[in-house]
Each structure stands twice: as C-alpha cells, then as structure tokens.
C-alpha cells in the first residue's frame, strides 16, 4: 500500500513472535515512518535489526519511548507496570502507548495510572500465536483473519482508540471491543484455561520414570501431541497470563475439577449414560466451533 | 502389488473409519479374494457396497464369520465380548479372530474364553484414527507411517500372528509388541486421559449461559480449538474406552488432578517459580516429541 503513514515512529517495547509479526506488518504496508526496538538483550536487538524490522534499537526504555507517535508493548504482562512507569518520565501530551497482553484487567491496573495526562493507553489483545517465540519466529500474516480485541477504559480518548484499531484491521484482523473483565473471563475459557491444562498434563507425564515416559512419546500421535502443541508456548509469557488472570482462573478451575470428579465417579461406577451424555454435547460444541469457522 | 493374497476371505464386523480403511488397504493391494461386510444398519451396509469395500454384506453375525480366514472386529470395545459368543459356534480351527480396540486387556477377557480350540485371537490396536466415523470416512493411507500395537497373550498361535502383523506393515504401519496391562497403561496416558481431558473442558464450557458460550466459540481459536478437536470422536467408541481401561484411567485421573491441584494453589498464591518450572519441563517434553518424529 501508498497510503499515508497511520504513525510517524512506533517503538516496540519486546520485540518476539507478536511485536516483530506487528513489525512486519507496519514495514510491509508503510504504516509508520520509522520503527524502534527495544529489548532487554542484545541477541534479540542484533536480530532485530538483521531482520530489517527496526530503523534503531536500543535497550533503555526512556530512549526508545521519546518522542515515539506510538508505543506498543509486546513484553509478559507482569513486566508491562515496571516499564510504563520507566518511560512515564518522557512521554507527552499527544503520544499513544498500548499493549498486545492475553490479560487486560491486570495490564490496566498496572499501566493506567502511570500515564500523564494527554498519554492514551489503549489496552488490546491480538488473539493470535504459535508455539514459536523470538523476533525470527514473527510473520506478516499472523494476525490475518483473526481477532483483535480492544478494551480501552470508560473516557478513553476515542481518536486513539481508532488509530490503534486502523492499525490492527491493516494487520488483517476484525476489530472486537468489550470490557477488560468480560475478555479476561472469555480468554480464561478459550484459552488460558485449556493451555493450563495441557501443561498440568504434560506435567504428569514427566513425572514418569523415564523408560515409560519415552514410550508415552513414542506413542504420542494419538491426543498427548495436541496437549504438548499447546504447551510449548513462552514460558514467560504463560507464567504472567496465569497469576494475572488469577480469578476467572481460579473460578474456571474450580469448575473443571468439578466436571472432571464428575466424570471420574462415571468410570469409577461405570455410568455409561453419563459419559456418553457428556461426548454427545462436545460433539455439538464442535460442530458450532466448525460452523463459526474457527476450525 | 500382484502378491499372492494374504487371505482367502476376511470378515469384517463393523465397517466404520478404521474397518473400512483396512478394507480399502485389502482392497488396494490385493491381500485378500473376498471381503465381508457385517454391521447392524442397513444404511452402513449400503454404504460400504456402494464404495466397493466388500463383495458381500450382512447383518448376521453368524453369516459373516462362517469360513472367513480372518475376522475383525472393528466395533466399539463393550461389544466384542457378545460377537465373540454369538460367532463361537460357527468357528472351525485355523480360523484367525483379531480386534482394533484401544484398550486390551478388557477386550481380551471379554473375546478369549470364546475362542473354540484352534481358533486364533490376535488382540491389535493400530494408533491411528481421524475425528471422522462411518464407512465414507476411511481411507487407504490412514494407517501410513503409524504404529500397530499386538498384545498376543502368553501361548498364542505365533503363524497367526505373524499374518496379522504382515497385514499391517502392508497397511505401511510400523508393528510393536507387547503386553496388554503395558499398552493400556501407556494409551491411558497418550491417548484416553488427554481425549477425556478434552471432553470435559468442552463440557465445562456447553454448560454456560448461551451468550457466553457463543463467544467463547467466536474467539476458540487460541487453545480451546484444538481441544474440540480430541472432543469430536465417536460417542460410542470412547464411553466403551473409557469404561473398559477403568484402572489405568483411575490411575492416570488421579495423578492429572493431584498436579493440576497444585496448580491451582500456586495460582491462588501467586508462586510464578512452581508455574515456570512445569511450564518450561513441558517445553522439554514437546522438544522430545518432536525429535521422534510425532509432530
């Protein structure tokens, strides 16, 4: 595309699998003029810059945030309260900060009141990933016919609120907006919750003696590789999601071991109505996830 | 191929994704002169004519095993223990009876009493299967590069099982061995804890309010996808499973909950070092599955 450029300079606070896609993104369609990285080590920068993603990097917060039109944060949630309160110092009237966390209640109660007045921040989730991290890892269609889900806060400045989503449906993806609390509860069950239970699983499997353990890989093509599919995601990243989402987890949790007592007293008394009952309803449940064209 | 056929006539009882992509491997490569259909709808039996999977079909059980050299017994596991007794009085020695169950242990008990003197069970498990069932679902290269598992019990026919597992490296799967407490603790673990695991995450999200569960629909393409996935196999095939690998399962049940407990608590008490170290041994694991090949 020729269009005008939607920012002058984005700078990039982490720059792995969704800031460097983003990356690609803006470099592809010319969406801003210039592009700064900043990370913690200089392996990712070098790597950065190699992949033609940034124009400069740099790992001080401070530096990489002046002057940026846009700042976008792609670091584990539980590091997104520390560095908006680094850069705070530097940002000014007119600057827009945001984030792409799995997580937004927490993010805004760590971000928010950290921005001076005339600084939006504009919280976003791109539902989107691989088990893949680091900024080689990154790619323009990532966010291709996928969701990005906005939650800005009452009184956010609407302008704002329209450039970060201009950006995102560029990226190719529909633009959703609801509240942080409502998406932290959908995002516990589509997503942190069975991500949590394919570790736990996982989990349990290396606990084996190690001679069972490798014949469970052996044979694993049959339900433990999509559990261990699942769970090979960003260690960091995961760690942050869980304690950030810590209620609608904890409530989701809660449910599940309910459901799965349920299910183990079925094949304890060998209720065969029960555990069918329950296949024949997951049956439904995917068929609706085919029909929405999610599969 | 134009070798000499491996059988006269095979039977089989159920024709639905596995029994009809063996009879099309049959069919492909000639391992047999005559192929016999037995179901209990008319509607499969149509089905598996008009596809050409057999040369003959029927509903009577009796029928259908009469003088074939093999028969197989593709239908949910809680059934093979009626077909064993209601066939046993038409068998005659050097007649050959193997299963594809995913559990042995329950299904040799049920099938091996019945067996008339000189007659052959060959307990198998190929670990292959798609969400799909039914005759129009199979195809001929399903069992490709997978494993087939033989339990043969202490003192079996050692020529019959020989042809069955020639059967099945023609089907281009590769044959292991072993005993059938072993297999059903190892597919509890890859196979029947992580499929019941998904159905009931599933089922934890049907019995929310409608609204809710549409969106959790809308936005499943970040975890819970693939848990619906494991959740869409046959109804009938995995209550027998679950029903017949009791203890394993228990077992594995029990473990899996004990685990996911301790997540939960390092969840409640916000222990991010307890969530990293499962979250990066998981990593670890699927680095392992990768490297056999499994992925």
């Known amino acids: 595309m020729t269009d005008k450029p939607l920012f002058g300079t984005v700078a990039f606070i982490g720059i792995g699998l969704i800031g460097s896609s983003l990356a690609r993104v803006i470099r592809r369609d010319g969406l801003a003029n210039r592009i700064v990285a900043c990370a913690r080590s200089d392996a990712t920068l070098e790597k950065a810059m190699e992949l033609g993603l940034a124009d400069h990097v740099t790992k001080d917060l401070q530096e990489a945030a002046s002057g940026a039109d846009l700042i976008v944060l792609c670091t584990p949630i539980g590091t997104c309260g520390a560095i908006a309160e680094t850069i705070a110092p530097v940002l000014k009237p007119g600057q827009i900060v945001t984030d792409v966390g799995s997580v937004k209640q927490a993010v805004i109660a760590a971000v928010l009141p950290h921005m001076p007045e005339g600084v939006a921040f504009v919280p976003g989730h791109p539902v989107a990933g691989t088990e893949n991290s680091g900024p080689e890892s990154g790619f323009d269609t990532l966010f291709e016919g996928r969701r990005f889900i906005m939650t800005p806060p009452d009184g956010s400045d609407e302008e704002a609120v329209e450039k970060v989503?201009?950006?995102w449906r560029r990226?190719?993806?529909?633009?959703?907006?609801?509240?942080?609390?409502?998406?932290?509860?959908?995002?516990?069950?589509?997503?942190h919750l069975p991500t949590l239970i394919a570790f736990n699983i996982v989990g349990t499997v290396d606990d084996l003696e190690s001679s069972t353990k490798q014949e469970v890989i052996k044979y694993s093509a049959s339900g433990f590789r999509d559990m261990t599919r699942l769970a090979a995601q960003d260690p960091d990243m995961w760690r942050d999601v869980f304690l950030n989402n810590r209620e609608a987890m904890l409530e989701m949790l809660q449910r599940f071991s309910e459901d799965l007592s349920r299910l183990q007293r079925a094949i304890r008394w060998g209720e065969a109505d029960a555990l069918e009952d329950l296949i024949?309803?997951?049956?439904?449940?995917?068929?609706?996830?085919?029909d929405a064209g999610q599969a």
Not at 280 to 290: E, G
Request: net charge positive.
């Open 165 to 167: 989503a201009e950006l």
């Open 171 to 191: 990226a190719g993806s529909t633009v959703d907006r609801m509240s942080a609390e409502h998406h932290d509860w959908v995002l516990a069950l589509t997503s």
């Open 280 to 290: 024949r309803r997951s049956r439904d449940i995917r068929r609706n996830v085919i």
